[in-house]
Structure formats: structure tokens, C-alpha cells
């Protein structure tokens, strides 16, 4: 037996598929059934019941989104309820802060998100730093993908330290591409959220899109293209000193880093860290600082961050 549900935009699609599919999972597992998700087509294969079933779930849950009377017939379609997220009321003062993905908009949701996004607008060097779940990477990513819509730039290339900061890749099982993608996941995460995946990945076949190990960027010259580095806190001096002097005519890079969270050997000084003091001065750089007030993932990641910063002080 086969069911259709069809559904009225890609960002309702988003929320019903769930973070990272977790509903189709979900509904697979519990139901039984094989789920084909197309733009705005779900279809449901499967037996009688498990259709039926999976169906109500999925029309529930639905309902839900639309602000129907989905909330309690989510229970028996046996949903998790989760803790409401904390909707920001923050509106930009500017326009050019804000961009449109995938018909969502995506915009900063506090003031010190709003001067970050102003910083890569002004700067061809901006260093972000923070904690996790400030929007860091993901606000950098919107930008680029602006840039790369606007035309501004002719390519975007992405990159962090592979297994932290050592890039000892040896005792992983695998091809080199099975070695590094674990690590270069978060990126993909984020490309993927903001472009249809089709796209995204016709993108990263023609190299306008560039994902990469940091150890990659080494002896190239980054022309008319937006760079960002990722987990920066995990790079040592050389390699930000590296990264930093890859930028050609025409680009811009972002380099972000959560200096509470660094993985390096003792003996060894965060690159970032360093960075963030020898570069100050310089005319054209930017430096932003997040804290756990501009945390836009659950709102017990805040209370999680400031909980540390308090033991450690």
C-alpha cells in the first residue's frame, strides 16, 4: 500500500522531517514502513496498517506545525514531546544582515550576531569567537552563500582541522575521503540546511563549493572566493598563520573558534587564541566575541555553558 502526503512549503517539509530526519526515523522504526521525501511529497510504502499509522502520525504532526489540534493526537501517534525553544524577538536594524534561504529567512537573534554579520560585510578578514551553539559558522555560512548568490564571489571553500588538531589520520580505517568526512560533517550539516540538497551537491561536484581538511589549504592562493575555517581554536599558530595568508584578490574568510573547547596538546598555544592578540590592530580585520547570551540552539545549551564558566571561575 502506498500513501502521499503533500505539504505546502520546503520549510514545513523541514520541520515535519525533523532535526536531522529524526521523524522519518522515527516512523520507519515504529511503523514499518519505507518513506520517500521529495521537496514537498512524502510518500508512505509499506503494509495496510503501517501506512495508515505512519500516516496519521505524519498528518498529526502536521497539525500541529499549522497550529491545529495536533498536540494531543501527538502523544498517541507517540511523539517525544520536547522543551519549547525560546523564540527570539530580536529584530536587525538592517536589512543587509538578513538572507533568504530555501524560502526561510535567516537572520541574527541577538545584537552581537547582527555586528558579526555586519563584520563580514565590512571586512575581508573577520575572526569569530564563542560558544557553541552561537551561531558562529552557521551565520558565516549564510553569508557566503549570499555572496555566492549575489556573485560577489565565484566559489565558497570550507575547511577545519581534520580529527582535531593533529591531522594524524593513519589510524583511521579507509580511503582518505572516509578518514576526513567524519570531521567535516558539521559543514555539510550547515550547507545542507540552507541549500537544496540536489544543489548542494551539483555544487560541490563543480568545486563553486570546496570542502576540505585545513592540511589542503596549504601552498594554494584563494582568488575571488569566501573562505571559512571552522573549529580555528583547534589549529596551532603555523596553521592559522597558513590559513590566513591563502586569501587572493576578491575573498573574503571567516575564521571561528570556541576557545573554551580546545583539544590541543598541553605543550601547544591555540593559533586562534594568538591570533586573536597579534591581529587586533590590523586595519581590516574584525574580531567578534559571542557568548552564551547569543546561544540559539536549545535553551538548556545557555544554561549548560554559563554552568561551566562558573565552576571553572
Given at each position: 500500500?502506498?500513501?502521499?502526503?503533500?505539504?505546502?512549503?520546503?520549510?514545513?517539509?523541514?520541520?515535519?522531517?525533523?532535526?536531522?530526519?529524526?521523524?522519518?526515523?522515527h516512523?520507519?522504526?515504529?511503523f514499518?514502513?519505507?518513506?520517500?521525501?521529495?521537496?514537498?511529497?512524502?510518500?508512505?510504502i509499506?503494509?495496510?496498517?503501517?501506512?495508515?499509522?505512519?500516516y496519521?502520525?505524519?498528518?498529526?504532526?502536521?497539525?500541529?506545525?499549522?497550529?491545529?489540534?495536533g498536540?494531543?493526537?501527538?502523544?498517541?501517534?507517540?511523539?517525544?514531546?520536547?522543551?519549547?525553544?525560546?523564540?527570539?524577538?530580536?529584530?536587525?536594524?538592517?536589512?543587509?544582515v538578513?538572507?533568504?534561504?530555501r524560502?526561510?529567512?535567516?537572520?541574527?537573534?541577538?545584537?552581537?550576531?547582527?555586528h558579526?554579520l555586519a563584520?563580514?560585510?565590512?571586512?575581508?578578514v573577520?575572526i569569530?569567537?564563542?560558544?557553541?551553539?552561537?551561531?558562529?559558522?552557521?551565520?558565516a555560512m549564510?553569508?557566503?552563500?549570499?555572496?555566492?548568490?549575489?556573485?560577489?564571489v565565484?566559489?565558497?571553500?570550507?575547511?577545519?582541522?581534520?580529527?582535531?588538531?593533529g591531522?594524524n589520520?593513519?589510524?583511521?580505517?579507509?580511503?582518505?575521503?572516509?578518514?576526513?568526512?567524519?570531521?567535516?560533517?558539521?559543514?555539510?550539516?550547515?550547507?545542507?540546511?540552507m541549500m537544496?540538497?540536489?544543489?548542494?551537491?551539483?555544487?560541490?561536484?563543480?568545486?563553486?563549493?570546496?570542502?576540505?581538511p585545513?592540511?589542503y589549504?596549504?601552498g594554494?592562493t584563494?582568488?575571488?572566493?569566501?573562505?571559512?575555517?571552522d573549529?580555528?581554536q583547534?589549529?596551532?599558530?603555523t596553521?592559522?598563520?597558513?590559513?590566513?595568508t591563502?586569501?587572493?584578490?576578491?575573498?573574503?574568510?571567516?575564521?571561528?573558534?570556541?576557545v573554551?573547547?580546545?583539544?590541543?596538546?598541553?605543550?601547544k598555544?591555540?593559533g586562534?587564541?594568538?591570533?586573536?592578540?597579534?591581529?587586533?590592530?590590523i586595519?581590516?580585520?574584525s574580531?567578534?566575541?559571542?557568548?552564551?547570551?547569543d546561544?540559539?540552539?536549545?535553551?538548556?545549551?545557555?544554561?549548560?555553558?554559563?554552568?561551566?564558566?562558573?565552576?571553572?571561575?
Amino acid at each position: 500500500m502506498e500513501k502521499t502526503l503533500t505539504l505546502n512549503s520546503n520549510q514545513e517539509a523541514i520541520r515535519l522531517y525533523g532535526s536531522l530526519d529524526e521523524n522519518l526515523r522515527h516512523a520507519e522504526e515504529k511503523f514499518k514502513v519505507r518513506l520517500a521525501a521529495r521537496n514537498d511529497k512524502l510518500r508512505i510504502i509499506g503494509s495496510k496498517a503501517g501506512v495508515e499509522g505512519a500516516y496519521r502520525f505524519f498528518l498529526n504532526t502536521l497539525e500541529a506545525i499549522r497550529g491545529g489540534p495536533g498536540p494531543a493526537k501527538h502523544k498517541e501517534a507517540g511523539l517525544k514531546k520536547k522543551p519549547a525553544r525560546r523564540e527570539s524577538t530580536y529584530e536587525p536594524a538592517s536589512e543587509a544582515v538578513r538572507f533568504y534561504h530555501r524560502g526561510k529567512s535567516i537572520r541574527p537573534h541577538s545584537v552581537n550576531q547582527e555586528h558579526y554579520l555586519a563584520a563580514i560585510r565590512d571586512h575581508d578578514v573577520v575572526i569569530c569567537i564563542g560558544p557553541a551553539g552561537t551561531g558562529k559558522t552557521y551565520l558565516a555560512m549564510a553569508a557566503a552563500l549570499d555572496h555566492l548568490k549575489r556573485k560577489v564571489v565565484s566559489r565558497i571553500v570550507l575547511t577545519r582541522p581534520a580529527v582535531e588538531a593533529g591531522e594524524n589520520l593513519g589510524f583511521l580505517p579507509g580511503d582518505l575521503y572516509a578518514k576526513v568526512n567524519p570531521y567535516l560533517r558539521p559543514l555539510y550539516d550547515a550547507l545542507y540546511d540552507m541549500m537544496d540538497y540536489e544543489e548542494a551537491n551539483r555544487n560541490l561536484e563543480r568545486g563553486v563549493i570546496e570542502v576540505a581538511p585545513l592540511a589542503y589549504m596549504r601552498g594554494r592562493t584563494l582568488n575571488d572566493s569566501f573562505v571559512i575555517l571552522d573549529e580555528g581554536q583547534n589549529c596551532t599558530s603555523t596553521q592559522v598563520k597558513m590559513f590566513l595568508t591563502r586569501l587572493g584578490e576578491a575573498s573574503k574568510t571567516v575564521l571561528t573558534g570556541d576557545v573554551t573547547q580546545i583539544d590541543l596538546p598541553s605543550a601547544k598555544q591555540s593559533g586562534l587564541i594568538e591570533a586573536r592578540e597579534i591581529l587586533a590592530s590590523i586595519k581590516g580585520i574584525s574580531i567578534c566575541q559571542l557568548t552564551e547570551t547569543d546561544v540559539v540552539r536549545h535553551p538548556l545549551v545557555r544554561e549548560i555553558i554559563a554552568a561551566y564558566d562558573r565552576h571553572q571561575h
